[in-house]
């Protein structure tokens, strides 16, 4: 059987438990954003005290911007969610572009995901222990999901690279097969020391 093709980006999956979530300040000068976009802190903060009506002394929630692909370019975490807007409750799992925001992020550096391979090409099992890097993708606006893929193009022991792949992932009607789904975790974290691949 053919497996589910359907990205949904990074999705936290429990760490003994626990997911370990914080809050982000998203500047108006982002593209949208939706659940499982992964991010990257950018190096400021809110400058601002108010955010849709909710209180958020200036300096209080680091900034994030999206996350870029590729050898080298360090993640923060992924996006499980916002923060209501009052005046428009339609968008609760999706950030429109131009919308400052708070971002609810699943940031800890052993956080295990979920993701989707790109289903370019067929990951063996020996791709077990490499790492590999992401495909960032784009928002749906209607589910809300992110489209971000593991990129199967050339997983390695390259320590820079973005993430490490765990293992398939063990559920039900997913198997090695093109576009199936992995367990990873983020190799170059902003808050961890990278390392390479086994």
């Known amino acids: 059987m053919a497996n589910n093709t359907a990205a949904y980006g990074l999705k936290p999956c429990r760490n003994s438990g626990i997911i370990t979530v914080n809050p982000y300040y998203v500047p108006a000068s982002l593209a949208s ?15 601002v005290n108010t955010i849709n009506g909710q ?5 209080t929630l680091a900034s994030i911007a999206v996350a870029t692909s590729g050898d080298g370019n360090k993640l923060t975490g992924a996006i499980i969610g916002f923060e209501l807007i009052p005046t428009n409750l339609f968008v609760a799992g999706y950030n429109p572009a131009s919308t400052q925001r708070i971002a609810f992020v699943a940031d800890h550096p052993e956080q295990k995901f979920t993701v989707i ?5 067929l990951l063996a099992v020996t791709t077990v222990g490499l790492n590999a890097n992401l495909t960032v993708g784009t928002v749906n606006a209607f589910t809300g999901l992110d489209s971000t893929t593991l990129d199967t193009s050339a997983p390695d022991t ?3 690279f973005q993430l ?3 293992g398939l ?14 367990l ?4 170059n974290h902003t808050d961890a020391n990278i390392v390479a691949g086994v």
Not at 117 to 121: A, I, Y
Not at 169 to 182: F, P
């Open 117 to 121: 391979d790109d289903g370019v090409n």
């Open 184 to 187: 990873v975790k983020i190799n």
């Open 164 to 166: 490490k792949i765990l």
């Open 33 to 47: 954003l939706g659940i499982g976009t992964p991010v990257i802190r950018s190096g400021t903060s809110n400058s």
């Open 55 to 59: 209180i958020w002394p200036a300096g």
């Open 158 to 160: 390259v320590a820079t």
């Open 169 to 182: 992932n063990n559920r039900v009607e997913n198997e090695l097969a093109l576009a199936a789904e992995w």
